[in-house]
C-alpha cells in the first residue's frame, strides 16, 4: 500500500503534457475492442488501429472502444489527436496513480475510476485505474490490463438486456461506474466475513497474528475510503453538472450510485469502528489472562515462602534448640505448616486473589 | 451487524432495475391491507391482487396500502405499472439493505425507513426496512413481514381518534415516520437502563464480561446512529422540500420528528461518551485492584528473604561459628528476626506501599 | 445523567398534540402569577384562572405570566385557546424532555431553555425545562416548579429598575434568557474549583475517589455542554430572526446573551481538555508510584538471593569441604557477603534503578 | 487558568448594563493619556479629566485616549455619555473576563483584545483584557493596569516613524491590534524553546516532572488558542466590514495580521502535536526502562533459583547420601552449578531476553 | 521544526513594512539571473543591478527574474520602486517565516511558497521559502540560496522544449509552482520507503529506536502538512481567481497541479494512518515480549519454590525424623520431587501459561 509514487519522480522535470507511462502491469500489445450500437443494430470487433476505430464509429449511435494496456504512448498521442483530447487528460491517463475526478472538458468528460479487486489469496486488495472519456456519441475506457469487470456489461449489450440499447453514452458510463461501485460491495463482504471470524476468535486466542489481522484490515479498510471518498464527490459533481452530455433520465441512476457510494463509506466507517472496539477487547483479553497467570504464579510463591523459613529454621546449627529434642517436633511443624498454607489459601479466596 | 451485504453480491452484474430481492425474512405470501378514508368515511380490507387495491382508491380521499413479504417480484412489476413507479425505486424496496433516504419523483415521494425493534431476548436490536411512497391520494408501505408497530395508527384511523382522518397522504406518512422514530426513544430508554446498570457494577466486578457488555451496548449505538443520522436529513429534506405534496400545515409536524431525531443523536452521543468513560472507570478498576495484590503479596515475599537468608547462616557447617554455641542465640535469633519484620511492614506502611 | 427517557415511552402510539406530562416533579396546584406594566404602571397579582390572566392582560403594555406546575392538561387546554397556540407547542411544553429550541409561529415565538441549578449537596446539576412564548404584548413561561432564578427580575419590574419597564415583551424574554445563561457560568465557578481542587490532588493521592470524580466532573460538562449548545443556536437564530416580535434595539442584548454562551462553550471545551490532561498525570502518577515499590522491592529480592545462596552451600554436609574446617571462613564469608550486597547497591543506584 | 469565573457570580441578577467591575488587578488611580496627531502636528498629555481629554481632541485628526486602571465606574459613565457608547460596550469593557471580538455600532467599532505577557518566572502566561473603540476621528484603548506593549507604539507617533501620523485611526487601531499579536509570536518562541529543552530531556530522564512540563505547556497552549482563535475570526470580520471607519488602504494591514493569526494557529495545533508525541515517547521510554530493570532482576533471580535447590539438596540429613561421601563431589557440584548458571544466562541472551 | 520563531521576536515594535530579514542561510551577494523569452527569442544573463534586470525586460514578452539571497534590504527597496511592490510585500518576501498564501494586487500576484528537499543525509526536510511575483510580463521569484529545483525550467526555455516559450507569465508561475508541488512527491517516495521499512522492523525489533523513527516520520509529516495544506488553498484560489493575469488556458494546468496538492494531502493522511497502526503494533509487541518472557521466569521460579521447600525439610536438625534413617528415602525423594516438577510443567501447559 505504500509504494503509490514509486515511478512518479521519474517524471519530475519533465513539462506537463508529457506522455510518460507510470505504473507496473503491461500487456505485450494495446487490445482495442470496439462495441458499436444503437436502439436496434450492434457491432463488435477488435480494431488494430486508432483509425479503424473511427471508422466504425461513424455510423453508430454509441461507441464504445476499451483499450487494455497503458505502455505505448504513441498510441496515445493519435487518440488524443482524433478525440481532440487535452494533453493534460492523456498524461493522467498515463498516469495511473491519481486520485478519483470528474473534470469536464465541453466536448467530453474525464473520469477517473479506481477499480478494486481483491487478490487471489482473497487477502489483499489490487487497485487499477480506470480512465472514462464520454463523449456526445463515445465512450472510451482505459485499463491497465484485461479484465472481466466489465464482461456482464459487454453481455448486456450483445443481447440488448435492460435499456442500456436505448440509451446515450451517458448510460453507458454509469453501468460502468455502476459495476465498479457494486464491486466493492463484494469486497466489503469478504472483509465483513472476516471481522465476524475476528470477532470469536479475540476472545479466546490472544497471539499477536490478532492484532496483525486487525491491522491488516484497518489497512484495506483505510485503503478502500481512500478511493471511495473521492468517487463519492465525484458521482455527486456528475449528478449535479450542467454538462449537455448527461442526459436528464440517467440522473436518477447517478443518484442511486451515489447513495451507493455513501452507503459504502457508512459500511468502511462502522467496520473502522468494530475493529477499534475489536483491538480494545483484545487488549483488555490479552491483559486479563496475563493478570490471571501471574497471580496463581505469586500466589503459589507467597504460600511456599513463609513454609520455607520455617525449615530454614529448623536447619540451622545452633547448640541450644529445645524444639529438636522433642519426639512431637517434627509432624508438630508439619501440621503448623499445612495449616499455615491452608489459611492463606483461604485468605487470599477470601479477598477474591484466587 | 457485520452480515450487510451477504446477498447483495447476488445482484452485482444484473442491469439496475432488476427486481431481485435481497434479505432474508419471508412470509409465505404477501399481504395487502388497505385502509381507505376520508373525514367522514373509512373502509378497510385485505385485497387479493393490485388490481382490487386500485378499485378502493377510486373512490377515497386517503387510501393507504400496506404490503408484508417482498419475496415475489411479480408482484412488485405490477405495482410499479399501476403506480407508475420508477424502476429504481421498485428494486430499492426490494433491496432491504439500504440507508434511509427520501427521493422526490413528482408525482410521489420514495422515503425509506430503518424501523427498529429489540430483539425477544431485549440484548439485541433487530432492523427492518420500511418503504414509504407517499402520492397525491394514496400511500404505500413496505414491510418486510408484519409488525405490530402500526397498530395504533390503524386504530387511530378506525376510531377517528386525533386530527388523522381531516388530513391528507402527508399528514399519514408523517404519522408513520413518528412511531418509527418514537420506537427508537424506546430503544434508548432500554439501553439507557443497561447503561445504568453497568454503571454500578463497573467498579466492583472487573469480569470480561462488563468489557464485552461496554463493547456491546457501543455496537448498538454505532448500529442506531448509523440509522437515525440520515433519518435526520431525510426528516430536514422533507419539511424544507418544495413539494406540492408535501401540504403547508405538515410541516411544523415534520419539524417537531426533526427535532426527535437531533434529540436521538444527542443522546447517542452522550451514552457513547459515557461508555467511554465506563471503559476508562473499568481498566483502571482492574489494574488498581491488580496492583493492590501484587503489592501485598510482593510486601510478604519482601519480608520474608532478609529472615529466610539468616536462618540460612546459621545452618551453616562451620567449624568454628562461635554464636552457635551460645545458650541466648536461639531466642535472640528470634528476636532480632520479629523486630526486623516488624520494622520491615512498619516502613513499607510509613511509605503507603501497604 | 441516564433516566431522560424514562416515561416518554408512555406516550408511545398517542396521536401528536395528545396533552400528557412527561417528567417528575410536580406541585400540588400550577400557580400563575401575573405581572402586568408599563414605562408608568405596574401590577402583581395570583392568577385563579386562565380567564382571570386574561383580564389583566387587556390594559396594560406587557403581560408576563408565570405558571409553576405541568401536571393538570385541561389548564393547558385553556391556555392553547385563550392564547391560540399550535397543538404541538402544547404538547412540548408539557413534554420536559426537550432540547432548548425556539420556533416561530408568526404571532408569537415559541423558546425551549434549559434552567440549571447546582443540587442542594453542591455535587449535581439539577435540570428544569422552563418554556417561554413571546407574543405581541405578553410573555408566558412554563415551569415544572416554583424557583427563584427569576426573582430579581421580578425584584427589576418592581422597583422599575434598569431598562425593563421601558420596554417591551422581547426585552422581557431577553432578561429571562440572560438569567438562565449566567446561572451557568455560576455553576461553571463551582465546576471550576473542583477542577483546581482536583488539580493538586491528583498528584499526590492517587485513589481510585480521583478517577472517580473526574469522571463525574466529565459526566456533567457533558449534560452542560448537550444543553448550552442548542442554545447557542437558539440565540443566534433569535438575534437574527426577521420576527417582528423582536425589536431592533433587543438585538444587541441578544446579541450579548449569545456571546455568553459561546464563552460557556469555549470554557466547557477548556475544563474537559484539563480533565483529560489530569486523567492521564493521574495514571501515569500511579504507574510511576506503582513502579517505585515494585523496584525497590525487586531489588531488595535480588540482593538476598546471591547471598541465600552461599548461605546454602555452607550448608551443605559434604565429607571433605575444605573451608568449613578454616577459623577465618565464617567471618571471612560475613565479609564477602557484605561486600556483595553493597556491590549490588551500588550497582544499581549507578544504573539508576534505585 | 482555571479562575475565569471567580467574580462574575457578584453580578448575577443584575440589570445588563449595570457597571460592575469584574477583574483583580487594580491601579490606584485611573490615568488619561492623550495623544493627539495629524500629518504635521503632534501633541502628548495626560488629562485629569474626562473633559479635559475632549478638548484636546476637539482640533486634532487622530486623538488616541488610553485609559489605565477600570476600577471606577463614574468614570465610566462620563465616558458613555461623552463618546455615545452603548451601555453593552461599558458593561463589556468593565468586565475583564470576555472573549475577543469585534462589534459595529455604526459611529464606533468595539474591539475586545486578549494582551498575553510572559510572568516574570518565564513559566506562565499572564493575560489582560485591552478594549479598543475606534471612532471616526479617535481610538480609546482600556487596559487594566499600566504596561508597556505600546510604548513603540508612542515613540512611533512622537518621532514620525513609519506612516502612522499619515494614517488616521483605523491604522492606529491596526497598529495596536499587530502589537498584540506580535507578542503572541514572543511567548510561542519562548514555549518552542521549553518544547526543544523537553525533546531533549524526555528521552534520558523519565520523571514525573517531564509529565508535569508536557501537560502545564499543553495547558498553556490550550490557553492561548482559546484567545487566538476567536482573535482570527475578529480580524477577518474587520477586513471584511463594510464599516466606513475601516479605510481601503487599511485592509492589506488587517490580512497582514490576520495572516499572523492563522499562522498562530498553525504553530500552535503544531506544538499540541509535538506535545502529544513526547507524551507517546515519554511513555514508551518509561515502561522501556522499567522493563528493561524488572528483566534483569528478573533473570538473576531465576538463575540463583536451582542453584539454591540444588545446595539445600546437600544440605539435606539423609542418614544414606552417597554423593555426601565422595572426595569429588563439593568440586564437582560447583563445576555443575557454575555450568548451569553459565548455560541459562547463555539461553536467555538468545533468546534476547538480556 | 521548532525553531521557527528563534529570530522573528528580533521585529517586535519595528512599524510594518520595515524590511528586516528573518532566516538563517545567507548567501554573499544576491544574484540576479535574468530570463527574457518569448516565442521566438530568448535571451539569459546575469544582472548586476535592478536598473539592467529593467532595461532587459523592456522588449521581451516575459521576464523572469530570479533573485538568490534575501540580505540586503536596500536592493528590495529599489526592487519595490521599479515593479510597483506593496511594502507589506517586500515585508513579506524578506520575513521567510511565512505561510504559504496568495494575494492579488492588481497589477501583479504575491505568492509564498514553501519549497521541500530532503537534507543530504536524507532524514530531514529542508524548507525554503520562494516568493513569486507574477506581472503582467514579468515573473519575480526570490530564493533564500541558490538551488537547482528550477534548473529544469531553465533548460525548456533554453531548448525551448514543450509550451513553455508560447505562453505567459502565468503559465511560467504555474510551472514553478508545478516543480515545487512534484517535489513533494519525491519526498513522499523517500518517507514512503522509510514505512515500509518500519512495518518490518516494527514486529521482531521492540527497541526504542523504533519509537523514534515513528515519531521522526509523524513530526516530517506534520511539517509537511503544515506546508501543503495552504499550499491547496493557495491553488484553489489562484485557478478560481478572477484576475486578469491568469490566462483562462492556464486554468487546467492549475487545477491539475491543485489535484497534486489534494493527491499529497491524502497521502500524508495514509501514512499518518499507518504510524498510528504501527505504534499500536509496536507497543503490542513490546508487551507481548515483556509477558512472554515474565511468564517463562515466573514459571521457573514457581516450578523451584516447592522443591526447595521439600530439600529444606530434610535438611532440618530434628532428632526424630524417621525418614532421615530409610534406605529408600534419598531416591524416593528425588522421585518425589521430578514428579511433582513435571507435573507442574504439564499442568502449566495445559492451562496454555508456557
Redesign the interface.
Known amino acids: 500500500?505504500?509504494?503509490?509514487?514509486?515511478k512518479?519522480?521519474a517524471?519530475?522535470?519533465?513539462?506537463?503534457?508529457?506522455l510518460i507511462h507510470i505504473g507496473e502491469r503491461k500487456v505485450d500489445q494495446p487490445i482495442f475492442s470496439v462495441f458499436a450500437y444503437g436502439a436496434d443494430h450492434f457491432e463488435e470487433m477488435r480494431a488494430a488501429s486508432v483509425e479503424e476505430c473511427r471508422r466504425v464509429k461513424a455510423h453508430a449511435e454509441v461507441t464504445w472502444i476499451n483499450i487494455d494496456g497503458l505502455h505505448d504512448p504513441t498510441v496515445f498521442e493519435d487518440f488524443g489527436r482524433h478525440f481532440g483530447l487535452?494533453p493534460?487528460v492523456l498524461e493522467?491517463i498515463l498516469n495511473t496513480?491519481?486520485?478519483p475526478?470528474t473534470?469536464d472538458y465541453e466536448d467530453y468528460l474525464h473520469v477517473v475510476l479506481k477499480m478494486m479487486n481483491l487478490t487471489k489469496s482473497k487477502r489483499d486488495i489490487d487497485t487499477e485505474q480506470v480512465s472514462l472519456i464520454v463523449g456526445a456519441d463515445y465512450v472510451l475506457t482505459f485499463q491497465e490490463r484485461p479484465g472481466d469487470l466489465f464482461d456482464?456489461i459487454r453481455d448486456?449489450i450483445r443481447l440488448g438486456?435492460?435499456?442500456?440499447r436505448n440509451h446515450g453514452p451517458d448510460y453507458l458510463a454509469y453501468?460502468l461506474i455502476?459495476?465498479v461501485v457494486?464491486?466493492y460491495?463484494?469486497i466489503?463482504?469478504r472483509l465483513?466475513?472476516r471481522?465476524?471470524l475476528l470477532?470469536e476468535t479475540v476472545?479466546n486466542d490472544s497471539g499477536?497474528a490478532t492484532?496483525?489481522e486487525i491491522?491488516h484490515l484497518?489497512?484495506l479498510l483505510?485503503?478502500m475510503r481512500?478511493a471511495v471518498w473521492p468517487m463519492r464527490e465525484l458521482l455527486d459533481g456528475l449528478r449535479k453538472s450542467d454538462s449537455t452530455l448527461i442526459g436528464r433520465e440517467t440522473v436518477?441512476?447517478l443518484?442511486?450510485v451515489y447513495?451507493h457510494t455513501?452507503?459504502i463509506i457508512?459500511?468502511i466507517e462502522?467496520?473502522r469502528?468494530?475493529l477499534a472496539?475489536m483491538?480494545?477487547?483484545h487488549?483488555?483479553?490479552?491483559?486479563?489472562r496475563?493478570?490471571q497467570?501471574?497471580?496463581v504464579?505469586?500466589?503459589?510463591?507467597?504460600v511456599?515462602?513463609?513454609?520455607?523459613?520455617l525449615?530454614?529454621?529448623?536447619?540451622?546449627?545452633?547448640?541450644?534448640?529445645p524444639?529438636?529434642?522433642?519426639?512431637w517436633?517434627?509432624p508438630g511443624?508439619w501440621i503448623v505448616m499445612i495449616l499455615l498454607a491452608v489459611g492463606m489459601l483461604f485468605f487470599f479466596r477470601r479477598?477474591k486473589?484466587l
Open positions: 500500500m505504500t509504494n503509490h509514487h514509486k512518479r519522480s517524471k519530475a522535470g519533465h513539462p506537463p503534457g508529457t487535452h493534460l493522467d496513480d491519481h486520485r475526478k473534470e456482464p448486456r438486456k435492460g435499456r442500456i453501468a455502476d459495476v457494486d464491486n460491495f463484494a466489503l463482504e465483513g466475513e471481522i465476524e470477532e476472545i499477536a492484532v496483525r491491522h484497518k489497512g483505510i485503503h481512500k436518477p441512476f443518484t442511486d447513495d455513501i452507503h457508512d459500511t462502522t467496520y469502528d468494530l472496539g483491538l480494545d477487547i487488549l483488555s483479553a490479552v491483559s486479563n496475563m493478570n497467570v501471574m497471580k504464579l505469586t500466589v503459589i510463591a507467597t511456599f515462602i513463609p513454609l520455607t523459613f525449615v530454614g529454621v529448623y536447619g540451622m546449627n545452633f547448640q541450644y534448640m524444639e529438636l529434642h522433642k519426639r517436633a517434627y511443624l479477598k486473589w
